[in-house]
């Protein structure tokens, strides 16, 4: 871009094109938090996302920064080398279940373990959302998927697999919470603990790492609202929602 009075003009960060994602689908939700969150930071020209093979593959079009567009699971990889040879950017790594616990699940441990000073968003939806609807590493015990149709089984399809609490048998992360994003007040806290993963890379403290926990209406065949119902009252039981580790409580 040639252009300095477009490299120096001051822009929203959340921009105007419209969604792609289904009505009530909490990606965009997300999305606007992250936006905001950039814009009170002053850290639109340093903040570089990476943006995962999943629903969310258009990040870029919603949030005016930087993106690296991952090979399907490899954002933890990409992060940790934009952030190692850029250590003054703010690099976000943006990750579905699919992405981020099935085929990048060898990316996710070792980052983690690498204790890389980078920040990862995990979308817990429990269902692969951009392929249709398939059965997800957090499909639940008896959630019916495309690929499950009588219901997951723990005896052929393994059980739901918690992020937070593998990531925690580790000693390198910073911080690790799971949050939620189903109602106003559940949304007003997560942005606080997004405020703090950033705020912890920002400070050089290391490997931060929020799953939240959303809904896929579509594919869960519910209204937004019963989906979000479904969160409180299904999802929340197999995947609790707490703060599992604050370096800054030590």
């Keep these: ?27 965009g939700l997300v999305h606007k938090m992250l936006a905001e969150i950039i814009e009170e930071f002053g850290i639109q020209k340093k903040t570089i996302f990476v943006a995962p093979v999943g629903c969310a593959v258009l990040l870029y079009d919603y949030i005016d920064c930087d993106t690296l567009e991952a090979a399907h699971g490899r954002a933890p990889a990409s992060a940790t080398g934009i952030k190692r040879s850029n250590p003054d950017n703010v690099v976000i790594a943006y990750q579905g279940d699919g992405d981020l616990l099935a085929i990048g699940m060898a990316e996710t441990i070792h980052a983690a373990n690498r204790g890389e000073n980078i920040t990862v968003i995990f979308i817990n939806n429990a269902i692969y959302g951009m392929t249709g609807g398939q059965m997800a590493p957090t499909t639940l015990v008896g959630q019916k998927t495309l690929t499950t149709p009588l219901g997951r089984n723990p ?16 000693t390198a992360p910073y911080f690790i919470e799971r949050c939620k994003v189903n109602s106003s007040k559940t949304a007003i806290y997560t942005k606080k603990v997004l405020k703090k993963a950033i705020t912890n890379q920002m400070n050089n403290k290391g490997y931060s790492f929020v799953e939240i926990l959303s809904n896929c209406n579509t594919n869960w065949g519910m209204t937004p609202l019963d989906a979000n119902k479904w969160i409180d009252e299904n999802v929340e039981k197999i995947f609790p929602v707490k703060n599992f580790r604050d370096g800054d409580a030590k």
């Design 1 to 27: 871009m040639s252009d300095k009075k477009y490299l120096y003009k001051k822009t929203a960060v959340l921009t105007d094109k419209s969604s792609h994602y289904c009505p009530g689908c909490s990606h």
């Design 155 to 170: 005896s052929n399809e393994g059980y739901p697999i918690g992020a937070c609490e593998l990531l925690n048998t580790l």
